[in-house]
C-alpha cells in the first residue's frame, strides 16, 4: 500500500491529515474525525451532535482571534472577553453549554492540547481554571474545528465534561496564500492589523509539508467612563495594546512500510493592561494618582511526532510523542510599592509561571467489515508526564503591600510540581443492522496524584426512514485536577485598616489551607445524557435537534478570602501567627446543566449565478446550583460567596441564536453573521444586576477576481453597547463610576468596527 493511500486510510488522526479542502463540501457532509474511531464518517451521520467550522467561514467573521470567531458562529460556544483583568484578558479560552473553560477538552489533529500556566484567580468567567489558550493556535494554520457537543471523557480522558473542540491543521501539498486586514473602532481606538501567510509543499511524490504563519498588532480601546471623583477619565476598560507572531508546521510522508507525520505551533505575545486607578495620595510617588501597567509576554509551544502503519491486512498502529509548553513571564510598571514609600522602584519584575506537558498515545484500530453490518473497534494506551513552576518576583513586588495592580508571584514554598498519569481504553462501534449504529467505549485514567478514574460511554443512532434519525448517548466523565490548581501559591501583604496584614492563595496541602478547612483535591465527575433527531428532507436541507443533560459532582473552584476573627484564632490555634486571609480551591459544588439545541442548514440557487448558503443554531443553556458544601471548619463563612456562584450558574447567556446568510452572485459575495445572546446575571460591583441579551450584526461584501479577493467589512453594524452597570454610592465612592459593565459581556465593549482584508492564493 502507498504511504498517501495508507494515509488516507486512517482514522482518527490519520484523516486529520488529509489535504482536502473542506470548503469543498457542505459542513454536514465533512468527514469528521472528533467522537468516533471509524473512518469516512460523515458529521450529520454521527450518533453524537458534531458541528464542523471550516477556515472560510472563519475568515467571514474578519475576528483575528479563534475564539471571538466562534463565539459569533456556534450557539453551544461563549467567549466573554475581560476589560480589565490582565491574565485573564490574554488567555482566550471558550466555554461550551455555559460549563467552565476547563471542561471543555482541545484537541489539535487529534493530540490532546496543553493548557495555560496562567491560573485564572480573577473574578470573571473562568474564575480558578486554567485553560486552553486558542489565541495559541495560528488561524492561518487552521483547515476546521470540529466542536463534539457531548461528554467524550471514556475516549479522550480528562477535561472533556462539556464537550471537545478538535482544530484540524492545513495539509496542502502545493501552493499557499498571504492575506492582509487591517481595521479599527469607529471610535477611532482599537487599530488592528493582521498579516497571514500558509505554504505548501511537496515531500517526495506522497508527502506533504505545509507551514503558516501569523503576526497580529492591536492597540487598545478604552470605554471607561468620566471618573466622577476626578472629572476625568482615569481608568483604562477594553482590549489590552497587543503584539501576537505565530507559526505552524504540518508534514507527514511515507517512511518504510508506514508514514512518519508530525506538526507543531509557537506563539509569542506580549501585551499591556491597565490595572485599577490608584487615586492620589495612595502614593507619594504619584500626587495625582497613577494606573498600574500590567504586561505578561507569553510563550507558547507544542509539536508532535508519529508513526502510523498497517499491523498485517487489516489492523492499523499509530503511535506518537506530543510536547506542549506555555511559559507566562509579567512586568508590571507605572505603579510603586507603597509600604516601601519614596524607596519604591516604579518598575517590577513580577515572576514566571511554566507549564509543560508530555503525551505518549498508542492506538491499535481495524475495521469490522465482516461482522454484521460493520463496524469498528480501537484498543490503545496513553501516558502523560506535567510538569507546573512558580518563578519567584523580585522582593521589591511582592514585599509589604506588594506592588500595586499585581504584586507578582511569591509562592510561600518553592513550586516545582509535577505528575504522572496512565490510560488504558477499549472503543468498538458495531452495526447489528444497516440502519442501527451502536457504539460504546470504556478509559481507565490512573494519576499518581489522586487515583484512578472509570468512565464509560454508550452511544446509538437508528436511522428510521430515509432522511430522519433517532441519535442518543450516555455516559459518565471527570476533569482532573489540574496542577496550578492543585500547587499554586501566592502570598502578599494588604492593609487592613492601618494595619498590615499577610494573605494567600495556597495550595490545599499547605498547613494555613488545612487548619482552614481545606482537603485533598478530587476529580469532578460527570454523568452526560444527550437524545436527539436528525432531518435531512433533501441533501440541501438539514435539520437536528438535541436535548442534553450534564449533572457534575464535586466541581472544582477558588474558596473567597477567608478572613475574620475567627479565621485568625484558629490560625493561631494551630500555632500559625504569620497569616491572616487565605483562599484555597475546593470540591464544594454540585451542579446540573440541561438545555436544548437547535440547527439547520439551507442552501440554494436563486439563478444560474446566484447561491445562498443560511445556516441556523439556538441553545438554551440552564445551569443550577444542587449543593454548596459548608466548610467543616468555618460553617458560617461560605466558602464561596455570591459572585462566584453567579459566575458558575448564571453569569453566561441563558440562551443564544446565530444565523449565517451567503449570497453569492457571479465574483461578488455577501455575507451576514447574526447573534442574540440571552440575559445574564452578575455581581459586577457591589449588587447583583440581572443584564438583558443582546444581539450584534456582522456584514461583509467580498469580490473574488482569480486568485485575488477584496473584502470590506463591519462587526457590530447597529453599534450594540452592552447594557451598563447600576451604581450605588459606594461603587461610586471606590471606582468612579468608570466601568460601563460588567466582564461577563459576550459582545464585547469596542461597538462598531470597520476592516478590510485582501487575499492571494499562488
Request: proline share 5%; no cysteine.
Amino acid at each position: 500500500m502507498s504511504g498517501l493511500a495508507l494515509a488516507t486510510a486512517f482514522s482518527g488522526g490519520a484523516l486529520a491529515q488529509t489535504g482536502s479542502d473542506p470548503a469543498d463540501r457542505d459542513e454536514g457532509d465533512a468527514i469528521i474525525v472528533t467522537g468516533t474511531r471509524s473512518q469516512g464518517r460523515e458529521a450529520l451521520k454521527s450518533s453524537a451532535p458534531v458541528d464542523v467550522v471550516d477556515a472560510q467561514k472563519l475568515a467571514a467573521t474578519g475576528y483575528p482571534d479563534l475564539g471571538r470567531a466562534l463565539n459569533f458562529l456556534q450557539p453551544a460556544v461563549n467567549f466573554a472577553r475581560p476589560a480589565t483583568t490582565a491574565t485573564a484578558a490574554n488567555v482566550r479560552p471558550i466555554t461550551l453549554r455555559g460549563l467552565s473553560p476547563d471542561q471543555t477538552l482541545v484537541l489539535v489533529n487529534g493530540k490532546r492540547r496543553h493548557a495555560n500556566a496562567i491560573l485564572n484567580v480573577n473574578n470573571s468567567i473562568g474564575r480558578g481554571t486554567a485553560a486552553v489558550d486558542l489565541d495559541a493556535i495560528p488561524a492561518s494554520a487552521i483547515a476546521r474545528i470540529e466542536v463534539l457537543r457531548d461528554g467524550a471523557a471514556a475516549q479522550y480522558g480528562s477535561d472533556a465534561i462539556a464537550g471537545v473542540v478538535n482544530i484540524i491543521l492545513k495539509s496542502d501539498a502545493q501552493g499557499g496564500s498571504i492575506s492582509l486586514q487591517g481595521g479599527a473602532t469607529e471610535e477611532g481606538d482599537g487599530e488592528n492589523g493582521t498579516a497571514m501567510l500558509t505554504y505548501g509543499l511537496r515531500l517526495g511524490d506522497e508527502g506533504h509539508l505545509t507551514l503558516s504563519a501569523l503576526y497580529r498588532i492591536e492597540e487598545p480601546t478604552n470605554r471607561a467612563l468620566v471618573d466622577q471623583r476626578f472629572g476625568r477619565v482615569t481608568y483604562r476598560i477594553g482590549d489590552p495594546k497587543s503584539e501576537v507572531g505565530s507559526l505552524a508546521l504540518d508534514f507527514a510522508a511515507p517512511l518504510g512500510s508506514g508514514e512518519i507525520y508530525g506538526f507543531g505551533t509557537y506563539t509569542h505575545k506580549r501585551s499591556n493592561n491597565g490595572a485599577g486607578f490608584r487615586v492620589p495620595g495612595f502614593s507619594p510617588l504619584y500626587p495625582w494618582g497613577f494606573l498600574p501597567i500590567i504586561e505578561p509576554t507569553i510563550d507558547d509551544a507544542a509539536a508532535t511526532l508519529g508513526y502510523r502503519i498497517y499491523l498485517g491486512d487489516r489492523w492499523k498502529a499509530d503511535l506518537s510523542q506530543t510536547w506542549g509548553y506555555n511559559d507566562a513571564h509579567f512586568r508590571v510598571f507605572d505603579t510603586a510599592n507603597v509600604s516601601l514609600g519614596l524607596a519604591s522602584p516604579t518598575a517590577f519584575d513580577a515572576g514566571t509561571v511554566t507549564y509543560q506537558q508530555f503525551v505518549t498515545d498508542a492506538v491499535l484500530s481495524r475495521p469490522l467489515d465482516g461482522v454484521l453490518a460493520g463496524g469498528n473497534i480501537a484498543l490503545g494506551g496513553q501516558y502523560r508526564h506535567e510538569t507546573y513552576e512558580i518563578g519567584n518576583g523580585e522582593p521589591a513586588a511582592y514585599s509589604g503591600t506588594g506592588a500595586d495592580g499585581f504584586a507578582g508571584f511569591n509562592p510561600r514554598n518553592p513550586t516545582d510540581a509535577g505528575r504522572n498519569a496512565w490510560a488504558a481504553f477499549a472503543d468498538l462501534e458495531l452495526r447489528p443492522v444497516a440502519e442501527l449504529l451502536l457504539g460504546g467505549a470504556l478509559r481507565y485514567d490512573h494519576y499518581d496524584d489522586f487515583g484512578g478514574k472509570l468512565t464509560w460511554r454508550a452511544t446509538g443512532r437508528l436511522d428510521l426512514i430515509d432522511g430522519f434519525a433517532l441519535r442518543g448517548t450516555i455516559g459518565t466523565g471527570f476533569k482532573a485536577p489540574s496542577l496550578q490548581q492543585q500547587y499554586f501559591s501566592a502570598v502578599q501583604g494588604a492593609l487592613s485598616g492601618a494595619t498590615l496584614v499577610t494573605v494567600g492563595t495556597l495550595p490545599v496541602s499547605d498547613p494555613v489551607s488545612r487548619a482552614l478547612g481545606a482537603s485533598p483535591l478530587k476529580a469532578e465527575r460527570s454523568r452526560n445524557v444527550t437524545a436527539g433527531v436528525v432531518v435531512t428532507p433533501t441533501p440541501r436541507l438539514s435539520l437536528t435537534a438535541d436535548f442534553y443533560h450534564i449533572r457534575i459532582r464535586d466541581r472544582i473552584a477558588l474558596s473567597e478570602q477567608l478572613g475574620g476573627a475567627a479565621v485568625t484564632a484558629i490560625l493561631q490555634a494551630a500555632g500559625i501567627a504569620n497569616f491572616q486571609q487565605a483562599r484555597f480551591f475546593t470540591n464544594a459544588v454540585d451542579t446540573t446543566t440541561k438545555g436544548v439545541e437547535v440547527s439547520a442548514r439551507w442552501r440554494g440557487d436563486l439563478g444560474p449565478e446566484t447561491r445562498f448558503d443560511l445556516g441556523l443554531g439556538y441553545g438554551i443553556f440552564d445551569t443550577r446550583l444542587d449543593r454548596l458544601r459548608a466548610n467543616p471548619v468555618l460553617p458560617t463563612l461560605p466558602l464561596l460567596g455570591l459572585k462566584s456562584i453567579l459566575l458558575l450558574t448564571q453569569g453566561q447567556p441563558e440562551d443564544k441564536f446565530t444565523a449565517q446568510l451567503t449570497l453569492t452572485h457571479g465574483p461578488v459575495d455577501l455575507q451576514v453573521n447574526y447573534a442574540a445572546f440571552g440575559k445574564y446575571q452578575s455581581l459586577p460591583l457591589t449588587q447583583q444586576q440581572a443584564f438583558p441579551g443582546k444581539s450584534t450584526t456582522d456584514a461583509a461584501l467580498g469580490y473574488t477576481a482569480g486568485a485575488l479577493r477584496i473584502v470590506g467589512g463591519v462587526q457590530n453594524l447597529f453599534d450594540v453597547r452592552p447594557q451598563e452597570i447600576v451604581y450605588t454610592a459606594a461603587a461610586i465612592a471606590s471606582t468612579g463610576g468608570s466601568f460601563p459593565t460588567g466582564e461577563e459581556t459576550p459582545i464585547g465593549l469596542n461597538g462598531r468596527t470597520w476592516y478590510a482584508r485582501v487575499a492571494l492564493r499562488f
